[in-house]
């Protein structure tokens, strides 16, 4: 493992054993559906357009999504994130989920 990626890894798990970055930085925003995601593993969800008119950040900040967040600061491990966990928690300690 390089120094780059033990590094990675000490300063997600800093934050948080189950911390992400893709649910802050990263935003597909589809708006002919009105869905967004913030990684390309778990399915998109919808934007309510309730929260867009009180704040139109809502795009990428959904209430979901920030939920979602408040989870991984909190150590929870996600459902919607299930992809990751798996590969973290089976896969040798060469291979890396995307979370990192």
């Known amino acids: ?10 300063i997600i ?7 992400c970055a893709a649910k802050w930085y990263n935003a597909t925003i589809w708006l002919g559906n009105g869905r967004t995601a913030s ?11 309730k929260e867009i008119a009180v704040d139109p ?4 900040n959904t209430e979901f999504k920030k939920q ?4 991984m600061l909190d150590g ?5 994130c299930a992809y990751c966990w798996t590969v973290e928690d089976t896969a ?3 291979i890396h989920s995307d979370r990192i």
């Not at 950040?57 to 990428?60: D, G, W, Y």
């Open 57 to 60: 950040s809502a795009l990428h």
């Open 92 to 94: 040798s300690p060469d």
């Open 13 to 19: 798990n800093e934050i948080s054993p189950s911390f």
């Open 76 to 80: 929870v491990r996600c459902k919607e």
């Open 68 to 71: 979602r967040r408040k989870e």
């Open 1 to 10: 493992m390089s120094t780059t990626v033990k590094r990675t890894i000490e």
């Open 39 to 49: 990684c390309h593993l778990p399915l998109a969800h919808t934007i309510p357009l």
